[in-house]
């Protein structure tokens, strides 16, 4: 099927080894993890960084300002290329992704590199300015608010929690889960699956950094369950089933129909759609379930449909859908 020639086409993409929270990547500074990135990805494609209309990046714990044009000047892109990031907490990478596509499809430009960029290891502190300099210390807070306080403006993890609870999910179910996804993980390193994805990080004494440190081989469904619960006291989510705080940053080169042509790409992954909505803030988790029915919906799909391949083999449903807490997919399935 040949294609139009602003549809937009996601035609290759990198990313960084994915480092714990004061861990491998810690002394990297999150311009230069996403600027390794975007190095790397304009060698392996020969792609001419003159070419690149924009720079489209997600933050959230960064030092402020516009890291995404930041990040492209450390890579060495030319100074005419302009750049900004979005701030949309968890969904912010996904959300640069999809503005991208909505400029390409415009008719805007032809070639965006987009997605997101964290370096948890060197979030700022963030200090609240006290209402008496004289007489007040500075507050420390831990993160921006959610939501305002009359509706519920609870941490991530207590959100899990009480998607938990609401819909049932027991502690076995979600420690389950996390053991599939570290054996996942860990078959996938071992094999070198995820070796071309990735752009090895130098750090600042020399060392390469090229895999992730997430990944336990190690780890049982005896383990994950003598970890105590993290966030209430008879609770289910635990260390060992939630997210873990993270360095790292990817990039996707998105470009239209016409411009994949000429460059000679012919396999890629055309953008059709996205949605994006919003839930109650007490149950934040629940967000991919409305999303992915509102967006079935709109292109007159049922999940049943989601079946079958171009060469109509039958395959198993697969539905990639972010998320950092078990109790969150083990839900939305």
Not at 1 to 7: D, I, P
Not at 26 to 31: F, K, L, M, P, T
Not at 191 to 217: F, K, M, Y
Not at 233 to 243: I, K, M
């Amino acid at each position: 099927m040949r294609l139009a020639e602003h549809e937009a086409v996601v035609v290759w993409a990198k990313r960084t080894p994915i480092g714990k929270v004061g861990g491998a990547l810690s002394d990297v500074a999150v311009e230069d993890l996403a600027a390794t990135v975007l190095r790397n990805l304009l060698e392996e494609t020969a792609l001419n960084p003159a070419h690149v209309d924009n720079v489209v990046l997600g933050n959230v714990v960064g030092p402020g300002g516009n890291v995404a044009r930041l990040s492209l000047l450390q890579a060495g892109l030319p100074i005419h290329v302009p750049g900004y990031t979005v701030d949309m907490q968890c969904g912010s990478g996904l959300q640069a992704i999809h503005l991208a596509a909505q400029e390409i499809r415009s008719g805007h430009g032809h070639v965006y590199l987009a997605g997101g960029v964290e370096s948890s290891s060197r979030a700022p502190w963030k200090l609240e300015k006290p209402m008496n300099l004289y007489r007040d210390s500075p507050r420390v807070y831990q993160r921006a608010r959610f939501s305002p306080e009359h509706i519920g403006d609870p941490d991530m993890g207590m959100a899990a929690e009480n998607v938990a609870r609401k819909y049932g999910i027991t502690r076995e179910a979600q420690d389950r889960l996390a053991l599939a996804s570290h054996e996942k993980a860990v078959a996938a390193q071992q094999s070198g699956l995820l070796a071309a994805e990735i752009a090895p990080v130098q750090r600042t004494d020399g060392t390469t950094v090229t895999a992730d440190e997430g990944p336990r081989p190690d780890t049982s469904l005896e383990k994950l369950g003598s970890l105590p619960p993290v966030f209430v006291q008879d609770g289910t989510v635990t260390a060992g089933n939630a997210c873990g705080i993270s360095d790292g940053a990817c990039v996707c080169l998105m470009v239209s129909a016409a411009k994949a042509r000429e460059m000679g790409f012919t396999t890629g992954l055309r953008y059709v759609d996205s949605v994006v909505v919003g839930v109650d803030p007490n149950y934040l988790g629940i967000g991919p379930v409305p999303a992915v029915q509102k967006l079935l919906e709109r292109n007159g799909l049922a999940m049943t449909l989601i079946w079958w391949n171009s060469t109509k083999r039958l395959l198993h449903r697969c539905w990639p859908v972010w998320t950092s807490f078990a109790s969150r997919w083990t839900n939305s399935t």
